[in-house]
């Protein structure tokens, strides 16, 4: 045995050897020593294998000593939760002296199985990727199939919060998407407008073609102070981020917090992949929303139209008090007829500034060809009267004559159309008395 002993001595595998009748250990080679933290066989020799190797009180649930025989090895393999390590053990029975020990050889297999336990994860990467767009493309509008994409890919890569920045004109980073697995706080809310300083180094590294993986977040504590102070409260410890690219520019990241650690490269690729989805999506999300505008919007005022104005409506709330402003701009038709249309289309314009500016914050319309509209939601009657009387006061200022009809009710209950049909009516008065006034016959 001593002779056996001394062979095992300086082998690269994990070597002990135990009594199969006491379990006490009678040898451990310094390979395994080491792994336990022992500096001597003193340290362990004639305690139990299963109090040292595993921890434990009792003799080990695995514990394969009843089938052991001399000269024939039994082969296993078992994840070692003490040592975090995958091991292919080989284990026999030998006699000496009237007593019987196991030995056991024990080969570290981690690399191998996190190796074929990758091959397995890309092999199914084209699988998950192909459901992902086929979840994404079933959803109606762009902001839909982003956020049914997101969920999707957080959810294959088992992490906690997946999102989305988005780089504005002025230089900084705005999360605009984000899904966050049950129980974690979404942090959406709280990470807008970030200064360009905050991920200056993510960007460098994005212009260098390299992404962002972070394995523990402790790691940056000294180094990049800013940015962990910015992802610690997020209760991140892990990260994988990668750039997204519009012809060749960098608009933004996205990535995903808190993935297995062992994840982390195989996210990174897979982030990779459906970043150019992400992309396509959110410039199809764009050219929606300016197509929506340029359906809602008057081309020449850039006030919104009728369309706009019906969907202004919709989303008052019927208790909310409401003032509605009409205006007609006078002498439109004069302009043009001695003028021509274009110093009428800039008397149209002037006319609109003037109510926008005025009716700041409200909604403002032109709802035809010299017919103008200011919606006031949640409005004081005394408020109203004010800014109406401002118009009138500002309306030189702008070259402009309106004939104006006000009027404010308490609440929305009543029919919009019923408002708008006063408040034109009290237009169509205004407008005489200043026809009157300026003893203009309107029919010349």
């Not at 001595?9 to 395994?32: C, P, Q, W």
């Not at 407008?193 to 590294?205: G, I, K, Q």
Request: aromatic share 10%; glycine share 6%; hydrophobic share 35%.
């Amino acid at each position: 045995m001593e002779k056996l002993c001394k062979f095992f001595e300086n082998l690269d595998e994990f070597v002990y050897v135990a009594d199969i009748d006491t379990y006490e250990i009678v040898y451990m080679n310094r390979k395994t020593l080491d792994e336990y933290g022992y500096s001597s066989l003193d340290e362990v020799k004639g305690k139990k294998c299963y109090e040292v190797l595993q921890k434990s009180a009792t003799p080990c649930t695995i514990c394969n000593n009843a089938m052991l025989e001399e000269g024939r090895f039994k082969e296993w393999r078992y994840f070692n939760p003490l040592l975090n390590k995958h091991l292919l053990l080989k284990d026999t029975m030998m006699q000496d002296n009237g007593r019987r020990y196991r030995i056991e050889l024990a080969l570290d297999a981690t690399t191998e199985e996190v190796k074929n336990g990758m091959i397995r994860e890309y092999q199914n990467l084209e699988e998950i990727v192909n459901e992902g767009l086929r979840l994404a493309l079933r959803a109606p509008m762009p902001d839909d199939s982003i956020n049914v994409l997101l969920e999707y890919i957080g959810k294959e890569l088992d992490c906690e919060r997946i999102y989305i920045f988005e780089k504005d004109d002025r230089g900084y980073d705005n999360n605009t998407y984000e899904w966050c697995t049950s129980g974690v706080e979404p942090q959406i809310q709280n990470l807008k407008n970030l200064s360009p300083d905050v991920c200056e180094s993510w960007y460098h590294n994005f212009s260098h073609d390299k992404n962002i993986m972070i394995e523990y977040l402790e790691d940056i504590k000294d180094s990049n102070r800013m940015l962990y102070n910015v992802l610690a409260p997020q209760n991140i410890h892990s990260l994988a981020v990668v750039p997204l690219y519009d012809d060749g520019k960098i608009i933004g990241f996205y990535g995903v917090d808190n993935p297995p650690a062992r994840s982390l490269e195989y996210s990174t690729n897979m982030l990779k992949i459906m970043g150019h989805f992400i992309v396509s999506a959110l410039k199809r999300r764009d050219l929606v929303k300016e197509l929506e505008t340029m359906g809602m919007t008057d081309q020449l005022t850039k006030l919104g139209n009728r369309f706009a104005m019906d969907r202004y409506i919709y989303e008052i709330r019927p208790e909310s008090s409401i003032g509605a402003v009409y205006c007609d701009i006078t002498g439109l038709k004069r302009v043009n007829d001695s003028q021509g249309h274009i110093a009428g289309d800039n008397l149209i314009i002037r006319a609109s500034q003037c109510l926008a500016r005025t009716f700041d914050g409200y909604g403002v319309f032109r709802i035809g060809g010299d017919e103008l509209l200011a919606l006031c939601p949640g409005i004081s009657e005394h408020d109203m009267t004010a800014l109406v009387e401002k118009l009138r006061t500002d309306m030189p200022d702008y070259n402009v004559i309106m004939a104006v009809g006000a009027i404010w009710r308490s609440s929305n209950k009543e029919s919009m159309d019923r408002l708008l049909s006063e408040s034109e009516k009290l237009m169509y008065e205004d407008k005489a008395r200043y026809y009157a006034n300026a003893n203009i016959d309107r029919r010349r």
